[in-house]
Each structure stands twice: as C-alpha cells, then as structure tokens.
C-alpha cells in the first residue's frame, strides 16, 4: 500500500481524494529489519513516517482502529470515530504469527509478528537471554539469527527447522553456503525436526527432543 500511495504522489489523478488508515505512524521496511535488530539501523532510518508521507502527498491521514468493513454500503468502520464512506478500498494489513499448529506457543513465545511491534519487544529486550530459540529456518529465521548473533555475541542460540529444511526455497548451494555460516557463527541448526510443542522455557520436538531456552 506505501507503494501504491508513493504512485499516487508521483503521479495524482484529478477529483480523487485518497485517504489512508493505519493504526500505526510508523510501519518498518521489513528488508531492514534484520540490520536494526543487529543495530546497524535506528529505529528512525529503518521505518516510513506515513503522517509526513501523507503530508508531502496531500493524502488524507486517519490513525485508528478499524473494526468492521461493510462491502455493500462501502463503509469503514471505527473503534473510536464515525464511520467513512469509500468508492475503492486496498487492504493490506500485514501478517501475524501463526499460533494454531504448535501447542503453547501462543502463551510462551515471543511473535516477531506484526513487525510494527517489534521496537517494543527489543526495547524491553523481551528477545534476550543466556539461552535463545528461533523457530523457524526460512530467510526470514535465518537472517534474525544472524542478526541476533551479531547482537547478543554470548547468547547461545539455536534455529529450528520444519519438515523443509533450512531456506526450502532456495538451491542446495545457498543452503550449504548458509549452514557452513550458522556452524562458524556458533548458531546450532535442528534440522528436519518439526517444533511439536511448548511449556515455559522448553522446546519439545517430533522426535521428543527437549531444548531449554530462557527465550
């Protein structure tokens, strides 16, 4: 949607009024996100001020909740405002973690999801520890792992992978490349052992595997 409003700012139609609603002043990039959990970005160089963004476009800025949308009477709907007619209407709202396929997870681990939280989270240093977990070895495990790494040089961390393996998308010479850089970055790699379930600072995995963790 931040693309779609920077088109419409290169490039304004006549008799249109856009409007944009968020609940959030900053969104992150998330390609940045990785250098500033490492600390190579601030928070500041890292996100995308929408108010100013809207401001340079002459774009109508609402910072809300939305709580219902209504197709047929093409209206938006607010926690704490009335509603706003709309003639087109983009959703993107992002994504969050998902909980449902792994027992406890929901109550003892920390989401790097939705990602306009995440400053938060490493504010209050919620991601630190003697003894950190990640689970999931897609590009986006690895780079945090790495980023972490760099972050916490004392910290043992390990990274979990599914049924995939390691980076499942890529070929089989970035995933050597890959794991020859977790071992040298001392990040131990459970490979094809799925996460089956969570207790409090315990990782449980399909082959009963037990891993402790502080996070």
């Known amino acids: 949607n931040v693309k779609i409003l920077m088109d419409f700012i290169k490039s ?7 409007t944009l609603v968020t609940n959030v002043i900053d969104t992150p990039y998330s390609g940045m996100l990785p250098g500033y959990i490492e600390g190579l970005y601030s928070w500041r160089n890292s996100n995308i001020d929408l108010y100013k963004l809207s401001i340079v ?15 047929k009477k093409k209206e938006i709907y607010f926690k704490d405002r009335c509603p706003m007619e709309f003639d087109y209407l983009s959703v993107n709202i992002g994504i969050e973690s998902d909980f449902s396929k792994i027992p406890g997870a929901k109550k003892y681990t920390i989401p790097l999801k939705p990602i306009s939280e995440l400053n938060k989270k490493l504010k209050y240093k919620e991601f630190f520890g003697e003894s950190v977990g990640i689970i999931g070895a897609g590009a986006a495990g690895v780079e945090v792992s790495f980023a972490l790494r760099e972050r916490l040089k004392n910290t ?33 790699l459970i490979e094809n052992d799925p996460v089956l379930k969570i207790r409090k600072n315990v990782v449980i995995t399909s082959n009963n595997l037990k891993f ?4």
Do not use: A, M, T, W
């Open 12 to 18: 304004p139609i006549s008799n249109i009024r856009v």
């Open 57 to 71: 476009g002459k774009i109508r800025f609402i910072l809300g909740n939305v709580i219902n949308i209504n197709g």
């Open 156 to 188: 043992k961390i390990s990274l979990f992978s599914g049924v995939n393996g390691i980076l499942p998308r890529y070929n089989n010479s970035g995933k050597k490349n890959v794991k020859k850089y977790l071992h040298n970055s001392k990040i131990k």
């Open 212 to 215: 402790k963790f502080d996070k």
